[in-house]
């Protein structure tokens, strides 16, 4: 996987500005101070990428349905997007054992 393909919509990103470059963080914000080389303020965007995609665990993940591996966007994101597309994903896993109308009130 590399960092500035992958799917993720959270990116750390590299802006130009007053003859440097600033890390910019999915928010918006400056993450970094004025770096004078790009390759430098790429680094350093890369470095905070993989911890931020460490911490929310995205990243290569099997699918709990077909066991395939996908780009997970995080822990959060379990089935792969075949998978999810599917109506009957859980099987009989989604079969509800007891129901509002079958308590005894």
């Given amino acids: 996987m590399t960092l500035q393909n992958s799917k993720f919509s959270h990116r750390y990103t590299v ?6 470059y600033v890390v910019v963080d999915p ?3 400056h993450a970094s101070r004025l770096i004078r080389f790009r390759a430098e303020a790429d680094q350093l965007r890369n470095k ?4 931020a995609d460490k911490v929310a665990k995205r990243g290569p993940r099997p699918c709990m349905s077909c066991s395939e ?6 822990i959060h994101n ?8 599917q109506r009957d994903y859980l099987g009989d896993f989604a079969t509800p054992h007891a129901t509002r109308s079958a308590r005894k009130v």
Wanted: hydrophobic share 20%; glycine share 22%; charged share 30%.
């Fill in 15 to 20: 802006k130009q500005i007053l003859g440097g």
């Fill in 48 to 51: 905070q990428q993989r911890e």
């Fill in 69 to 74: 591996v996908f780009e997970s966007e995080g």
């Fill in 27 to 29: 928010d918006g914000g």
């Fill in 78 to 85: 379990r089935l792969c997007p075949n998978c999810r597309g």
